[in-house]
């Protein structure tokens, strides 16, 4: 009876974040096509596909770092606003991780996690000196809070950026190759605790060139070519059934790497 009631909530929930018939273009390069994609609350979707098939794209238009042509991004039910302190707010709440260039050199790794919430949330420095050294502790960088950005290994900056999204308390994370960069040996890590993550519930957007992830962590994964989702399917599913040539096609290069 419990479960169902869950089952029953969870369909009445509003999605995360819901893209219905986006459309996209850079000039004359139609970047996005006809993209519909919903994310349900603690949902992982991990987005795989060939170089300029739009991850990228995709995931940058959610907080609105590129407009669209048409159609309609929400998130929690609510239209991206189109700019303004309106955008600049829901901005706070969609975190993002990329390859690099995550964190600013000038500053701490302490530093870097507590101006968000003091800065743009206005919460009290004692409050969230505290806050950010818990997230530190929990991606395992919290030995190196005083240090700058460039004294930490790729790995210990990807994690504190992490850390640095979190102190905002995001509604979903997005994270676009953010171990693509990475030395091999420091890859594990930043995978780990995004794995961590995932168990404990965070909606996630993930685009990653890591398989093995995808299959052990994903809920869903979509798969994109030409700027079109061109099939989405649980992992399991995906991986050893592919539908499309596409994605048979994909799969097999990367197998033979
Ligand atoms: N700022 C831009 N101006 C013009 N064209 C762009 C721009 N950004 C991306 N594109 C083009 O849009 C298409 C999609 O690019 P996007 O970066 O989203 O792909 P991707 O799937 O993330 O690729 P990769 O796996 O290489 O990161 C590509 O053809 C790319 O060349
Ligand atoms: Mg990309």
Known sequence: MERNKDVLDKSLE????????????????????????????????????????GKSTL????????????????????????????LAELRTQIGMVFQSF?????????????????DVLKRPEEE?????LELLKRVGVDSQADKF?????????????????LAMHPKVMLFDEPTSALDPEMIQEVLDVMTELAHEGMTMIVVTHEMN?????????????DGSIIEEAAP????????????????DSINRH
């Open 14 to 53: 509003i999605p995360v974040v819901e893209l219905r018939h986006v459309e996209k273009y850079y000039g004359e390069m139609h970047a996005l096509k006809d993209i519909n994609l919903s994310v349900e609350r603690g949902e992982v979707v991990v987005l795989i596909g060939p170089s300029g098939s």
């Open 59 to 86: 995931c940058r238009t959610i907080n609105r770092l590129e407009t669209i042509k048409s159609g309609e991004i929400r998130i929690e039910g609510k239209k991206l606003p189109e700019g303004g302190k309106e």
């Open 102 to 118: 995550n964190l600013f050199a000038h500053r701490t790794i302490l530093d870097n996690v507590m101006m968000g919430p003091i």
């Open 128 to 132: 969230v000196k505290k806050e950010a």
């Open 149 to 165: 950005p460039a004294k930490l290994s790729g790995g210990q900056q990807q994690r504190a950026a992490i850390a640095r999204s």
């Open 213 to 225: 992830f995808a299959r052990r962590v994903a809920d869903r994964v979509v798969f994109m070519a």
């Open 236 to 251: 399991d599913e995906f991986f050893t059934n592919p539908k499309s040539e596409r994605a048979r096609e994909f799969l």
